[in-house]
Nanobody, 123 residues
Framework: QVELVESGGGLVQSGGSLRLSCVASERAFSRYAVAWYRQALGEVREVVAGISSIDEITFYEDSVKGRFKVSRAKARNTLYLQMNNLKPEDTAVYYC????????????????WGQGTRVTVSS
């Protein structure tokens, strides 16, 4: 099973930027559907952005459109999330996810998760 390791989280002031990275253990990751999810304290896990395995279609949760950009470097087996103009409400643990069996990532038994990286945005 593919393994995912996130990095890049931290503490940033409102309006600042961070870039999250997710490195996968398998080259096949470059063909899988991928996504970033986040979970704030006491809240459910929600999708932030993702890339489908068919036609590499990207999608974003409404609150991050125009501020976040998801991309991947296939040769490096790496998924990125560039986060600009961060807001306190973006504070959460961010998870990289993939699903080798589906064209898009959702929260299902076949979803593979990283360990998460914490993002804290101060006001």
């Amino acid at each position: 099973q593919v393994e995912l390791v996130e990095s890049g989280g931290g503490l940033v002031q409102s309006g600042g930027s961070l870039r999250l990275s997710c490195v996968a253990s398998e080259r096949a990751f470059s063909r899988y559907a991928v996504a970033w999810y986040r979970q704030a304290l006491g809240e459910v896990r929600e999708v932030v952005a993702g890339i489908s395995s068919i036609d590499e279609i990207t999608f974003y949760e409404d609150s991050v459109k125009g501020r976040f950009k998801v991309s991947r470097a296939k040769a490096r087996n790496t998924l990125y999330l560039q986060m600009n103009n961060l807001k306190p409400e973006d504070t959460a643990v961010y998870y990289c996810a993939t699903d080798p069996a589906k064209p898009m990532v959702a929260i299902t038994p076949s979803t593979v998760w990283g360990q998460g990286t914490r993002v804290t945005v101060s006001s």
